[in-house]
């Protein structure tokens, strides 16, 4: 059923007027008779920090968050958070290590640091790994969260009239190259935050109606830390003998404190620093800027929970007691991904309008970095090298452009009738558990790359495949071959007659393995690989504006942890 108005209409139909027309102009502004592939794929040197800060923040934050992770807060609460917070110290180590390496030795994509550190073959394997993660588990799912929700205000009948639009507008941002996607990020950001407090405000005052304490916010959050302590603990105890599914299934997701040694760790440091959709918006800055955009991106990392987690968390409470009874699926439950648009439906006529805009300038602004980063690594990593090696800068850009069509098109494709099973996966766990599949092995290389010269090409071709082998041998069949308990992981019953290892911890030890194997084979190589970048530890030192951010933000997070450990 829909259940927008006409003003909610104008109020969306107006923001997709101006962040339209603001991309126009600065595409316009200083556009170039013939531009080139730094401009197009990187809007080198043009992107001042808050807009660095701004576009890793909307290109990160989308349907997955939104949905997926508010989902979670409904399933999990406030543990799921962990990827928002660990997120900001990552983001702290890329600054002020990974970023320096990058700049000096002039880096602009992923594939091709792999190519200068070891090898054209690393660089290929790679470039398809990525190419096929990002089409097939991130492009694909954030589209399909993204049609899902909004389908929910709008009626289902639109849901793929509402896939189609969303690409759509994804495809007139994104063409205009990564100046136009870095600059309509910050309004996407405004939009998204904005929509996204106001949410948060009415799920919070629909908790504090239900259990009679009037409008008040403040006393909804209190209610609600009442009502469902279990949803405001960061860390879950290991299961036991005689643990529900239910306690089972939230450890596998999110297993206690060892996911922080292992995972998480991997999960957020490759993320934010060894991936070409996050990366290429401060590789075309001088180093101060890019430390400091990146470091914005952190501080509002930290406040990302209270706009994508907290509604997740009072819909569980409301429906726990009773309400959002009409958002039940079939099956006799709340489905977890609805529980942001169960919240929304319960929005004033043109707040809804807001909220459905700020949703869709999330969905958009990921849709269109991701695409970018898909069309980059695609035309200067594969066609400029393999396929046409004399093209020239406006070739390159049209090759660009017809790889984001295509990538849109087959996200379509897939998403039309969810090919994929993100809908039976959960949109937030889809990502981190398929992502997990190559992460072990790129956040090897990468790291091994940075930090220890030795490192051999060999050893990151056979770390990369390594790194897969082992992720899908302890998802899928280490429980089956050397048993459910052992010295290095416990493995528990999935609830669909198999046993299962946390997928965090699966990639914590394919990642520790991994490493022990590239280490052993470069050992065998020369004392120093003619491929090791030079380090100089004046690269790391830090402006005292740097330094005060860095302290802020880990103080921030100290605070969070020791409340709700």
């Not at 008040?216 to 643990?243: C, Q, S, T, W, Y």
Request: net charge neutral; aromatic share 14%; proline share 3%.
């Amino acid at each position: 059923m829909n259940q927008l108005n006409q003003l909610d209409y104008i109020i969306f139909l107006l923001y997709f007027i101006g962040v339209s027309s603001y991309g126009y102009w600065i595409y316009k502004r200083k556009q170039k008779t013939n531009l080139d592939t730094k401009d197009f794929f990187l809007a080198e040197g043009s992107l001042t920090w808050w807009a660095i800060g701004a576009s890793l923040i909307a290109s990160n934050i989308s349907a997955e968050q939104f949905i997926g992770m508010s989902g979670n807060g409904f399933q999990f609460g406030v543990a799921i958070a962990v990827y928002e917070w660990l997120a900001a110290i990552s983001l702290i180590i890329v600054a002020v290590w990974f970023m320096p390496i990058y700049l000096k030795n002039h880096i602009y994509t992923m594939p091709q640091f792999l190519k200068t550190r070891y090898n054209e073959t690393v660089s290929l394997i790679m470039a398809v790994f990525w190419l096929f993660l990002y089409i097939f588990v991130n492009l694909t799912s954030i589209l399909f969260l993204g049609a899902l929700a909004i389908s929910t205000l709008v009626g289902a009948d639109y849901f793929h009239a509402i896939i189609i639009g969303l690409c759509l507008f994804a495809l007139v941002i994104t063409l205009g190259g990564m100046k136009v996607i870095g600059y309509t990020d910050v309004i996407q950001v405004v939009v998204l935050i904005i929509g996204g407090l106001v949410t948060t405000y009415l799920a919070l005052t629909l908790v504090s109606q239900k259990f009679g304490l009037g409008n008040d916010v403040l006393a909804g959050f209190g209610a609600m830390m009442r009502d469902a302590d279990d949803h405001f603990h960061l860390i879950f105890e290991k299961p036991g003998p005689n643990a529900s599914q239910v306690e089972i299934n939230k450890y596998l997701t999110l297993p206690g404190i060892a996911m922080y040694f292992a995972g998480q760790w991997i999960v957020n440091l490759n993320y934010w620093g060894c991936n070409q959709y996050i990366t290429q918006r401060a590789l075309g800055a001088d180093l101060h800027t890019a430390r400091t955009g990146i470091l914005f991106a952190a501080l509002l990392k930290i406040f990302m929970p209270l706009i994508v987690m907290l509604p997740g968390i009072a819909a569980y409470v409301l429906y726990k007691n009773g309400s959002l009874q009409s958002e039940m699926a079939p099956g006799g439950r709340l489905l977890a991904d609805n529980a942001y648009s169960a919240i929304l439906s319960f929005l004033p006529n043109g707040l809804k309008g807001l909220s459905m805009a700020a949703l869709t300038a999330a969905i958009v602004a990921s849709l269109a970095g991701k695409a970018n980063s898909i069309s980059t690594i695609f035309t200067l990593d594969i066609y400029q090298k393999y396929i046409k090696k004399d093209a020239n800068e406006g070739q390159l850009v049209w090759v660009g452009r017809i790889a984001i069509f295509m990538a849109m098109a087959l996200a379509i494709a897939l998403t039309w009738q969810d090919t994929l099973g993100i809908g039976r996966e959960g949109g937030f766990t889809f990502i981190q558990k398929y992502t997990g599949y190559i992460s072990p092995g790129i956040f090897a290389v990468f790291l091994l790359g940075f930090f220890w010269k030795r490192t051999t090409g060999v050893a990151a071709v056979v770390g990369i495949l390594l790194g897969f082998a082992l992720a899908v041998f302890f998802n899928h069949y280490a429980p089956a071959v050397l048993g459910n308990e052992t010295l290095i992981y416990t493995a528990f019953p999935n609830g669909n007659g198999g046993y299962e290892i946390p997928f965090l911890i699966c990639m914590g030890w394919s990642f520790f393995f991994t490493v022990v194997v590239m280490v052993a084979i470069s050992l065998a190589g020369p004392a120093v690989s003619p491929k090791a970048f030079e380090i100089d530890s004046k690269m790391f030192r830090l402006a005292p504006s740097t330094t005060a951010l860095i302290v802020v933000i880990v103080l921030l997070i100290s605070a969070i942890y020791v409340r709700f450990w």
